[in-house]
């Protein structure tokens, strides 16, 4: 396909932060990528720790949400956030927000600039998020 508007790419630098070569060869298992969404700034990538990371398109990292990042997700050890996993995530169009769905339920709206917690509830699902939209 040429003269169009899309253009296909390999993404290796991104794809070699999201796998360290220290994951490939551990015994333990690998925090990999469980969700992923793109809009016309990012490209954000959630994980089976809860953690999410934003990278520009030029793939460098821009900011890390959840995790050990954030401690507020994880100060309350009865917590539903705890060890979840990211299931779904969706960018606002202009890239100042992310929406997050867990495995545990939760959900979470993110500032990604200020790498913190815009609005979260934990008390409406008790089964995996697997779809979140922001409109």
Known sequence: ?????????????????????????????ANLPTALAVNSKFIAVGAQNGDIWVFDLFEQLKAT??????NILNENPNSVFKGASVTSIDLSLHGDYLLAGYGS????????FKESILK????????????????
């Open 1 to 29: 396909f040429s003269g169009g508007i899309i253009q296909m790419k390999s993404m290796s630098t991104l794809g070699s932060q999201l796998l360290p070569k220290e994951a490939a060869n551990s015994k333990s298992p």
């Open 105 to 112: 339920g939760v959900i979470i709206l993110w500032d990604i």
């Open 120 to 135: 979260s509830t934990d008390d409406l699902h008790t089964s995996p998020i697997t779809s979140v939209r922001l409109t």
């Open 65 to 70: 949400l959840g995790g050990k990042t954030n």
